[in-house]
């Protein structure tokens, strides 16, 4: 079946610094790929997604690409902020229906 | 607009009852679909419903079930809940089921935390 692959967390970072957390995905077909943000005590919220292979979301300062030929959609920030803090998923559906097939989630820490 | 809300926010039951979780998407959605959380296992499907009918459902025991209302009000029913049950359990709306390509999206609640003792 269809599977997301994220990165292992935590990860630790110091404000102004780069992200990247990679996601890759095994899946049949062309399906639409996502990233959401959850806060803490929060519920998730949709930062950027991409339907198609070589499409770029972006929000926020965060960017993905749609790989399909490494199957990937690595999210990057040029300069991460202590606000960023928060756990990431990755995500995709295959259309035809609501459900999305999540990564494990990685876990950020932005330090001032 | 108001965002998906969910009832009751956080609920404590004992093994073996049954629990009810509500569900009001965003105004003008039909679409519902609900997740389990939990730390060992993730973000896991639980099943969606669009226009009163459920379309998919997750690989859950049959403890689990769901129901949408003609106002496209959703509830999920746990019954003889385990201690594994314990979960955030989200509810995610959007205006009609994802189509592939297309630009719909599906907007979380903040969740309801259950804890089962």
């Known amino acids: 079946g269809d599977s997301v692959t994220q990165m292992e967390g935590p990860v630790t970072l110091s404000e102004e610094a780069f992200l990247t957390i990679n996601c890759t995905y095994t899946a049949t077909g062309y399906p639409s790929l996502f990233w959401y943000v959850q806060y803490p005590g929060e519920g998730l919220q949709l930062l950027l997604k991409?339907?198609?292979?070589?499409d770029k979301g972006s929000n926020k300062g965060f960017e993905a690409t749609y790989r399909k030929e490494t199957t990937s959609f690595h999210l990057e920030k040029g300069s991460v902020q202590v606000s960023d803090s928060a756990v990431y998923f990755c995500?995709?559906?295959?259309?035809?229906?609501?459900?999305?097939?999540f990564g494990k989630g990685t876990k950020l820490t932005v330090n001032p | 607009k108001a965002g998906v809300t969910q009832t009751p926010r956080y609920l404590i039951k004992t093994r073996g009852q049954q629990v009810t979780l509500s569900c009001s998407p965003i105004?003008?959605?039909?679409?519902v679909s609900w997740y389990q959380q939990t730390p060992g296992q993730g973000l896991q499907f639980l099943f969606e419903y669009f226009s009163e009918t459920q379309r998919n459902k997750g690989n859950f025991p049959g403890r689990f079930s769901g129901r949408q209302f003609s106002n496209s009000r959703s509830e999920m029913n746990v019954s003889t809940l385990e201690l594994g049950d314990s979960a955030l359990y989200l509810c995610?709306?959007?205006?009609?089921?994802?189509?592939?390509?297309?630009?719909?999206?599906?907007?979380f609640g903040p969740g309801t935390r259950l804890l089962v003792l």
């Open positions: 991409a339907t198609k292979a070589d």
């Open positions: 995500a995709l559906n295959q259309g035809g229906s609501e459900k999305l097939v």
């Open positions: 995610a709306s959007s205006w009609r089921p994802f189509e592939r390509n297309s630009q719909e999206t599906q907007y």
């Open positions: 105004s003008g959605h039909r679409s």
